[in-house]
């Protein structure tokens, strides 16, 4: 199943829940705008290459779309119709005016120069530029992009208009109107969001052992953050494998260790694991936050974790989340658990178009209070209709936009 199959798979389960109709379902089901894009771009060795990259915009019923822009070799048109999809559900979640986009270009930055990704990035920002606007479409950053990427991007769109526009992306550096809090904002909502999750179970965060599947923006922030809140961080992991110490690791050093040789793997007084060993650890709450379908219908029955906090999109598929709920393993979904990065980012955007910026203290508080309110709510459903966390999301995001789309009619 790709990621869009899971998707769709996902929405029909809110749909029979919510009784919507058929039509209702399929202009869900289906992105308002896709741009697929292809362009060159001058290598460092003289020679051009041409890329190829894509724009989803899945719904704006409740605001503008908004979403992340990933690069990676597999990205594709059908895990961005998916990412597009559930960025609809997560602002609505989170109850903040916007819909659902994402972007991605097909290529391993891995193996490209600074100057590489910058002509890269530059040349897909005046592609994509006919679609993406302030109040029309918001980009951010996702897998392998980061505050630099949208400063080009940014740049690029201001060169283009001719002038500055800050709100056309978010995550962007603090110097040039970025939020503060917004490097660290999906880690915290993460860390907020287990803290609601092992309250449900009435344990406090002190003394729970978290293992972390990837170790870039949101795995090694809400590394640091789980510390922070008193959680013991046993293991993380990433693209070469992962590191398990049932005492706890040091997580500062870890970072060290990864800027020094490039892994989490092979640090000093850790055992190595392999990824897939790492998802079946046993510890208390389990933090994916790499990337889709690495809980699936294969392991779900040996995770050992009570908790899952999803911080990648889309890591359990939907048989894993039948064997998981099964087994009374709560899977705080995505769109819930990761949503602290584009509730900062609907925060950086205010603060962008009003001219008047917040303390970091001040955006924390609010993502927390944020936060915490989504959590009840879908909370509150899955206990009410003995669902599981996901589909209660769902059901809470998915009749928001529905509601939304019926008060607007149908023009013409
Ligand atoms: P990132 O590029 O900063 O980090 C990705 C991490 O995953 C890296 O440590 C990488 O080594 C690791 N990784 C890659 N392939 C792996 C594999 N096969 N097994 C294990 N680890 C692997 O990306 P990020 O921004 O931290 O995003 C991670 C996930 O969180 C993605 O699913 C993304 O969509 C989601 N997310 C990110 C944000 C954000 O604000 N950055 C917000 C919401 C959701």
Redesign the pocket.
Known sequence: MNAYEMALVQLRTAAKYLNLEDSIVEILSRPKRELQVSFPVKMDNGKVKVFTGYRVQHNDARGPFKG?I?YHPLVDINEVRA?AMWMTW?TAVLNIPYGGAKGGVACNPKEMSKSELERLTRKYTMMISPIIGPYTDIP???????PQTMAWIMDTYSQLVGYRVPAIVT?KPISLGGSAGRST??SRGVIVAAKEAAKAFKREMEGLGIVI????????NAAILAREFGAKVIAV????G?IYNEKGLDVFEVLKHKERTG?VVNFPSAKNVT?EELLELPCDILVP????G?IHKGNAKNIQAKIVVE?????TTPEADKILFDREIMVVP?ILA?????LV?YFEWVQNLTNLYWTENEVNDKLDNKMRDAFLQVYNIAREKCVDMRTAALILSVGRVVEAMNIAGYFP
């Open positions: 992340g990933r990412l997560k951010a950053p996702d897998v392998y992009t980061d995550g904002a999906t599947q990837g170790f870039g923006n949101v795995g090694a992991s990433d693209s070469k992962g892994s990824n936050a790499a990337l889709e690495q911080g990648a999109n889309g890591p995505d990761n949503g602290g990065g584009v980012s």
